[in-house]
């Protein structure tokens, strides 16, 4: 169900390093999912996405992995910078009409020099 | 290009006020419209979103209520503000059903009720 409500796990990674964010989705019919970056004070921006029908989607230094057996999505950041301090939402899409997700806690990513 | 406003971008209201939050796309028809909440270091509820002119969906009962007077304008409001209606609040829109359904999020309204 809905984790609204629940304070934000964090990670802290050494710059230069891989970071993985994980998410885990609650509804087996899901077929899209979003990773967001919202930085402070702002609202999200999108990462990268994946459907349902794959397993892995690459961007420019993320990865998104998408494992339906469990019900698990991550987000691989390579070669963590400074920048990629942030929260990261994973949302999934509730009604498969692209009308209403449902987001994730968030984690909090903190990147140290 | 598309563009989503919102104002104000902060604001402090006593409890018992009322409230009028609006957010406006620029550069698209016919978009999905949501109303997002944030409560400090928590995740993202959707409040409402609406598909068309005067269709809204509501998720989360509260005191809260949103309109779409115009196809590219969603307005939030309130009778009588709580202390728990503080928060961050995010307009979003999209495009979907589409390729792509992501939803492009507005720079938010910080809403401290006091």
């Known amino acids: 169900g809905e984790s609204v409500g629940l304070h934000l796990p964090t990670l802290s990674v050494q710059e230069g390093d891989n970071s993985i964010i994980n998410c885990a989705y609650s509804n087996s019919a899901s077929d899209y999912f979003i990773w967001y970056k919202q930085e402070s004070g702002k609202g999200p921006q999108f990462i990268i996405d994946?459907?349902?029908?794959?397993d892995k989607r690459q961007g420019q230094r993320v990865t998104v992995l998408l494992n339906k057996t469990v019900k698990h999505l991550s987000l691989q950041i390579a070669a963590t910078q400074p920048g990629d301090s942030a929260v990261y939402f994973c949302?999934?899409?509730?009604?498969?009409?692209?009308?209403?997700?449902?987001f994730g806690p968030g984690t909090r990513l903190s990147v140290l020099p | 290009s598309q563009t989503i406003h919102q104002w104000p971008a902060t604001l402090v209201q006593p409890v018992g006020s009322p409230l009028s939050l609006e957010c406006t796309v620029e550069g698209t028809s016919n978009p999905n419209l949501y109303w997002y909440r944030q409560a400090a270091g928590r995740g993202l509820q959707l409040l409402f979103y609406s598909v068309g002119i005067g269709q809204i969906s509501s998720e989360v009962p509260q005191n809260l209520s949103a309109s779409r007077p115009q196809d590219r304008q969603f307005i939030l409001s309130s009778k009588k503000l709580l202390l728990s209606d503080s928060g961050f609040y995010l307009c979003?829109?999209?495009?979907?059903?589409?390729?792509?359904?992501?939803?492009?999020f507005g720079p938010g309204t910080r809403l401290t009720v006091t």
């Open positions: 979003a829109w999209s495009l979907g059903p589409s390729p792509s359904y992501e939803q492009y």
């Open positions: 994946i459907r349902s029908n794959m």
């Open positions: 949302a999934e899409n509730k009604d498969n009409y692209g009308q209403n997700f449902v």
